[in-house]
């Protein structure tokens, strides 16, 4: 339930496309329809320190999102 939430903490995988697709298709616009019009909203990405051969997702991608 986060009809009372004051915040919320996103995280998607740099290393696997599916997640960020999860995050921006399923996750936020769930969770944007169950809490209140002032939420506060963070995406996290994780495991940024792999190198660049091994991102599925962009650094620019990761940025704008």
Known sequence: ?????HGVMLCFDV?????????????L?????KSPGNTIFFIVATKTE???NKRQV????????
């Open 1 to 5: 339930n986060f009809s009372t939430a």
């Open 15 to 27: 290393t696997k496309s599916s997640s960020i697709s999860a995050l921006l298709n399923f996750w």
């Open 29 to 33: 616009p769930y969770i944007l329809d």
């Open 50 to 52: 792999v190198s660049e």
């Open 58 to 65: 962009s650094k620019y991608v990761g940025e704008v999102c």
